[in-house]
């Protein structure tokens, strides 16, 4: 209400103006027409306004008695400190006047938490906070209230200016079982009055209190615990009050809300199992894994924090992730959230600041730098051209095993400088990737001084007989937890009221043992005088939350929609309110704080919460939740839509999906896949399928994802929808090599791209048919699908394809001798695969580019591209493409450096054995046989090269049988198997070989001919690779060719000038290029030998 004289602001109870004295308007209680404060009668209503205030019949004034009732309230009593000597200093008017702008101060500041003043006491206030209006923080309003009237005093003692006027106020406040109501009669009346020990406490605490200090008694400490800074003053004997009681000094509010823990109770084998690895981990260095199972509330959370607090103590530094069932953002996942922790990145980390520490990570040297690829993974970071090409060569396999290494390379690293503690709770919601995390750091901390602290319900326990077999053995100490003790359950119920209570006793024998639940009950029975038991812990929460304020019980059945952990962004958003606090959430132990989250106090809270919303209720909660999400998390965004059953989610869902396959993350996306399939019409479930059948693939599951593809085609309602469902399926019918049903998926998708022109679909279907055309060995039917589809591919500019297409062709060129023109595509294919990051593709073709090189004779840019394909084998950890391009290394350096060569050898066959190739295991003992024979260890070479033979026989002859063969032929001394390797390798070039079969077997025949004089079978060898080269020579063959001839004819006696000056020739040639194998023979015929 404003004053009509000087316009100051006044309460609406209020007759005089605080500022001036000035007479205020007059309200009608009829109408509530404000009127003059000296008419008769309303201007409103025209009622009289001395009648209207007379009538004892009148609803509005006339008084109600208040039965008295049993309940909790918050006593606050304010005394003016030194009010006597005021007296004694002031003029009687002057201290009216004092004392009238003190009581409108402090009932100001009261107003503003909705305190009721019962009194005024001379220069007193008795205040109560719960009654007659409950609030569901009242013990929390009170003791801002105290703080605030400090505050506000301290400033009104700053605008005076008497000289001996020093204005301060003592506090006392407690909190108790009251009875309220109005008592007395007649005059002697009081209403809203209430009787018991707490007003008597209120008032000795404020009689205790220092000036311009706020005392609190221990009931009122505990239900703020955590809310505000507290000196605690000890046991005070207070004047009237039989027993001692704790006082505390609250000093100010807490800078971060927050609650005390529940008391701990029991577990003392538990923690000394626990105290028992800590010890032996600090003295050893070697570390454990430790696993607390039990029923939902039985106590596991509080056992850990206990945990966490002893090995803090211990020297151990604690890093916790947690899993969550539904609500998880972006990089908030258990173990993303822990790689952050280790980093030190806070949760709220914007992305420069992400990047700023992975790049210190790596100018630390925590991590090798091959690793940074998936630190960006694991930190949600963007991956450069260069990376993100190399991860997409990787498999999905490879991608999980790398995180899974730099997650273990990082806690190996921080435990290395300081033991470490790693927290992983709730893992009976963990997926199969976060369960294969845990298994590898499981590994891992038994040989560093690192432990690993795992909690789970006990029902669907996720660490298995087939998890437990992935750790190998190493050391996992499972803890089950029993239902606490009745001593200890009479001790937990002690902590929050008199254990020998009724209530208590009935408490702990509904609990059965069960922490949360006691403690859930004891809580309600702070809040409540109600006896009645609820029969479960969610009844006990749902009578909970009916006695909270209307608002708060409204933000916490919004917070149970977002997710057991949520941000106050999100659930402002939801709630249309920027400025609604938690605190209340807080001071009720339903929710608290997490760095810059809030965390459900137990996730049965969250899910009982949850399920008392009505399904319409829930439905528009989850659809504006979507909305805050729709452009910040896909995923999230997908998720909410699905739960408010809006038609939309599965459209969402593959805009989710694709973002997480975008990632490589095809686990994820999987899930999202199968999910949106349970809710999408079948009519809208084509591209999902796809979808499903994609990352099957890609995961492995081949079968599982030819039966997406066909399910596909069953669904697509469009034919080209159709068409892409059979080239899908044709795709993975590839993996399993059923040529003929491949060709048949191809058929059906080939009548319907062609009749509708689909440029994109022809280049895959053709591109399709020339793989299986080169697995058949049909070459020039692969070359002409290939180029068919490389002219479809550039139509419809699909870089992808196109680069496919050209490396196929290459693959097609050099099956059929025409190297040139292979190294042609080849160069291509990389260079574009290059430019759009086609990691894949370049893996597999730079060792084919290597070979070409070998071919044209220019071995050192053959080796830079061995060595290329090396390194970025190993970076996508991929140990074929790691032996071909070896075994690539070998063949071009054992023509000019056999030291590199045997280099390059060892390191493929060692991974062939590895992987279990056994015919690059033949390739490699062929090679090493060859090396044995350069240096004179015949029989050794023989013994190899015939271990190679036996081999490629088991395995197959076609791939490298004519090599192996012209190796033996080489390296024995026995004519006779000299002439039937070299016999049965050529009927094999006769039946159909690749390219460097011929190339090889015929160079080699010329060398074994020379080696045996038989002048006129190297001629024929020679006739027989110029015969193979001829529609496009290569300048390798060409030199060995022109050296076999010319070796051949200075051997019979030829050595005219014209021998001579090829020979000369062919040895510089072979200086220029590197062809030093070639040199020995060349330079003994030059030196006359």
């Not at 538990?270 to 070697?286: D, K, P, Y």
């Not at 993100?388 to 991608?399: F, G, H, L, Q």
């Not at 309600?524 to 609820?534: F, K, L, Q």
């Not at 006779?976 to 077997?1001: C, P, T, V, Y």
């Amino acid at each position: 209400m404003q004053c009509p004289q000087c316009h100051a602001e006044n309460r609406e109870d209020r007759h005089f103006c605080a500022k001036c004295g000035a007479p205020l308007a007059v309200t009608c209680p009829e109408c509530g027409f404000a009127n003059e404060p000296d008419v008769d009668f309303c201007g409103g209503c025209g009622r009289a306004l001395s009648a209207i205030a007379a009538s004892p019949t009148d609803g509005a004034l006339k008084h109600e008695t208040l039965e008295p009732e049993r309940r909790q309230v918050t006593v606050m009593f304010c005394d003016l400190v030194g009010s006597t000597a005021l007296a004694e200093r002031l003029d009687p008017e002057e201290l009216h006047a004092l004392l009238a702008q003190y009581q409108d101060t402090c009932a100001d500041v009261i107003q503003c938490f909705d305190g009721y003043i019962a009194r005024y006491v001379g220069d007193g206030l008795l205040v109560y906070f719960g009654y007659p209006q409950a609030h569901e923080d009242d013990p929390y309003r009170a003791v801002r209230t105290g703080l605030g009237i400090v505050e506000a005093i301290h400033d009104l003692d700053t605008k005076l200016t008497h000289p001996h006027v020093n204005l301060a106020v003592r506090i006392g406040i407690a909190t108790g079982l009251v009875v309220a109501g109005d008592i007395g009669s007649g005059e002697r009346r009081e209403e809203k009055a209430v009787v018991g020990e707490t007003p008597n406490l209120a008032a000795r605490l404020q009689t205790l209190a220092q000036p311009n200090a706020v005392l609190i008694g221990a009931s009122t400490q505990r239900l703020v615990e955590g809310l505000f800074d507290c000196d605690d003053l000890g046991p005070q004997r207070l004047k009237g009050i039989s027993e001692p009681g704790t006082a505390y000094r609250v000093r100010q509010a807490s800078a971060a809300p927050k609650r005390a823990r529940t008391p701990f109770v029991g577990r003392r084998a538990e923690l000394r199992q626990f105290a028992g690895v800590i010890e032996a981990c600090g003295e050893t260095g070697n570390g454990h894994a430790i696993y607390v199972r039990g029923e939902a509330g039985i106590g596991k959370t509080r056992l850990v924090e206990e945990f966490i607090a002893n090995a803090e103590q211990a020297g151990f530094v604690s890093h916790k992730g947690l899993v969550f069932d539904f609500g998880v953002g972006k990089g908030q996942d258990a173990i993303r959230a822990l790689v952050r922790s280790l980093l030190g990145i806070e949760a709220s980390s914007d992305k420069p600041a992400r990047q700023a520490v992975a790049g210190k990570v790596f100018v630390d040297s925590l991590l090798r730098s091959e690793q940074r690829v998936f630190l960006n993974d694991l930190l949600d970071l963007p991956q450069s051209t260069e990376m993100r090409a190399m991860y997409d060569a990787m498999d999905n396999a490879t991608r999980n095993r790398g995180k899974r290494e730099v997650v273990t390379g990082l806690i190996k690293e921080a435990s290395g400088r300081q033991s470490i503690l790693v927290t992983i709770e709730d893992v009976h919601w963990a997926d199969a990737l976060t369960l294969a995390y845990l298994g590898a750091i499981t590994v891992l901390v038994r040989d560093c001084p690192a432990v690993l602290l795992m909690t789970a319900r006990i029902e669907g326990d996720p660490l298995d007989q087939a998890w437990r077999s992935t750790v190998h053995g190493s050391p996992l100490m499972t803890i089950d937890l029993a239902p606490l003790r009745q001593a200890e359950a009479i001790a937990l119920a002690s902590a929050f009221i008199d254990a020998s209570k009724r209530v208590a006793m009935t408490c702990i024998e509904r609990a059965q043992g069960n922490p949360l639940f006691l403690e859930q009950l004891l809580r309600g029975a702070e809040e409540s005088e109600d006896e009645t038991v609820p029969a479960s812990i969610e009844s006990l929460v749902l009578a909970r939350v009916d006695r909270l304020m209307p608002a708060d019980k409204q933000a916490l059945q919004a917070a149970s929609v977002i997710g057991q952990r949520f941000s106050r962004e999100t659930l402002h958003h939801l709630l249309d309110d920027p400025a609604y606090d938690c605190t209340p959430l807080i001071a009720h132990h339903l929710v608290r704080p997490m760095e810059e989250h809030y965390l459900f106090a137990h996730a049965l809270i969250q899910e009982a919460v949850y399920a008392s919303l009505l399904k319409t209720r829930r439905r528009e909660l989850h659809r504006r939740v979507g909305q805050w999400f729709s452009d910040r998390d896909p995923v999230l965004y997908a998720q909410h839509l699905d739960r408010a059953e809006d038609p939309a989610a599965p459209r969402a869902y593959l805009e989710a999906v694709k973002t997480q396959a975008a990632d490589y993350r095809y686990e994820r996306a999987l899930q999202l896949v199968n999910r949106a399939l349970e809710i999408a019409p079948e009519s809208d479930s084509f591209m999902l399928r796809c979808l499903e059948g994609e990352f099957l693939r890609n995961l492995g599951s081949v079968p599982e994802s030819i039966d997406a593809y066909r399910r596909a085609s069953e669904v697509a309602v469009e034919e080209v929808d159709r068409c892409r469902a059979w080239i899908g399926v044709a795709e993975s019918l590839r993996l399993t090599e059923q040529h003929d049903e491949l060709l048949e998926a191809l058929d059906h998708a080939e009548v319907i791209a062609k009749a509708r022109d689909l440029s994109v679909e022809l280049a895959r279907i053709f591109q399709l048919r020339g793989k299986v055309h080169f697995m058949r060995g049909e070459i020039d039917s692969c070359l002409r699908a290939n180029t068919i589809s490389l002219e479809h591919a550039r139509v419809a500019n699909s870089p992808e394809v196109e680069a496919q297409a050209l490396g196929d062709l290459g693959d097609a060129e050099y099956a059929r001798g025409r190297v040139i023109s292979a190294y042609g595509y080849f160069h291509q294919c990389i260079e574009l695969s290059r430019e759009h990051g086609f990691g894949r593709i370049v893996t597999a073709n730079l060792p084919m580019r290597a070979s070409a090189q070998l071919y044209r004779n220019q071995l050192e840019a053959a080796l830079d591209d061995v060595r290329a394909a090396f390194e970025l084998a190993k970076k996508i950890r991929q140990p074929r493409a790691e032996m071909i391009a070896a075994v690539v290394g070998v063949y071009i350096a054992s023509m000019g450096n056999p030291t590199e060569g045997k280099d390059w050898n060892r390191v493929s066959l060692n991974v062939a054995r590895r992987i279990g190739s056994r015919i690059y295991e033949a390739t490699n003992l062929a090679y090493m046989g060859r090396f044995a024979a350069q240096e004179g260890a015949r029989l050794e070479a023989q013994k190899l090269a015939q271990e190679a033979v036996a081999i490629m026989r088991d395995s197959g002859m076609g791939f490298l049988g004519p090599y192996v063969l012209g190796t033996l032929a080489l390296v024995t001394d026995d004519p006779d198997r000299r002439r039937a390797a070299l016999k049965e390798g050529q009927e094999l070039l006769r039946s159909g070989s690749i390219a460097h079969n011929h190339l090889w077997f015929y160079r080699d025949a010329m060398e074994v001919c020379l080696q045996m004089a038989e002048w006129d079978e190297v001629g024929r060898y020679a006739e027989a690779l110029e015969d193979y080269t001829s529609a496009e020579p290569l300048p390798w063959s060409d030199f060995f060719i022109a050296r076999g001839r010319a070796l051949a004819a200075y051997r019979q006696g030829e050595r005219t000038q014209s021998t001579m000056q090829e020979l000369r020739r062919l040895c510089d040639e072979a200086e220029r290029v590197g062809l030093t194998v070639a040199l020995p023979k060349l330079e003994a015929a030059l030196s006359g030998a």
